[in-house]
């Protein structure tokens, strides 16, 4: 078992629908794009049937390594990092200090209704320290993710 930290940073975009951050594992930088096509707050209304429309109703792009190039993410690693980041998403949107932002004068802002008002952000970082097995380094440490662990 490696002792491996992570870092989470989620970013709002659209409110409840679209977000953008990254997932620093050691010291590997991933960056990600999350879409719902369900936004949050309506998404037990609609659970994913199957794991091909869960795909498709959470959208997750990765981009990593020097060049900064797309990731393709077969459906083991899709399921890895959904479940950090779905939890991200959720916790990020029913924070109160979140859905307070989205109120207002600021949420006018966010949501550029505010002509000329700049541009406006709100994001939340996680840190966390885990156990990785292995198996699982291993797999982290394939060439597309590039993640380097202590021996």
Known sequence: MSKVSVERFIQQVVDGSEYKGHVKIGETVLQYELKFSVPIPRFGEKLPGSFSDARRKMQLTMRGGEQDEAIDLGDDEYHF??????????????????????????????HQKVPNAGIATISMTQNNTYQFPPELCAWLSVPKFGCKFAQ
């Open 81 to 110: 990092f959904m479940q950090g980041l779905l939890t991200l998403a959720f916790d990020f949107y029913y924070q109160p200090t979140t859905r307070e932002a989205n109120q207002g004068r600021f949420g006018q802002v966010l």
